[in-house]
């Protein structure tokens, strides 16, 4: 059974960092697609970033300067790495693996201005 667990979400000022971890167990992170996404407070659900089995990633325009999203095979886990924040990162973010649209169960960002 895949399931995606994310971690590392927490209060962090203005301008500060934090780094998200998406953990995968049932599948190899290497051979699929996975994706990052946000939902904020009263928002829709909206793409952050994504990283191929090939190893391309993808960041969205609004946070392209600013996070990065990585892989980490040993691990098996899909990072996101988050400076500068602004209050507008505050809400739940979701891993995603693309092709068979398995989601994790979210983890809260909140940016305190």
């Known amino acids: 059974q895949v399931q995606l667990v994310e971690s590392g979400g927490g209060l962090v000022q203005t301008g500060g960092s934090l780094r998200l971890s998406c953990a995968a167990s049932?599948?190899?992170?290497?051979?699929?697609?996975i994706a990052w996404h946000r939902q904020g407070p009263g928002k829709q659900r909206e793409w952050v970033a994504t990283?191929?089995?090939?190893?391309?990633?993808r960041v969205a325009d609004p946070v392209k300067d600013r996070f990065t999203i990585s892989r980490d095979n040993a691990d098996n886990t899909i990072n996101l790495q988050m400076n500068n924040q602004q209050p507008e990162d505050t809400g739940v973010y979701y891993c995603?693996?693309?092709?068979?649209?398995?989601w994790g169960q979210g983890t809260q960002v909140t940016v305190s201005s």
């Open positions: 049932g599948v190899g992170v290497r051979f699929n697609s």
């Open positions: 995603h693996r693309t092709d068979h649209n398995n």
């Open positions: 990283i191929t089995s090939g190893g391309q990633t």
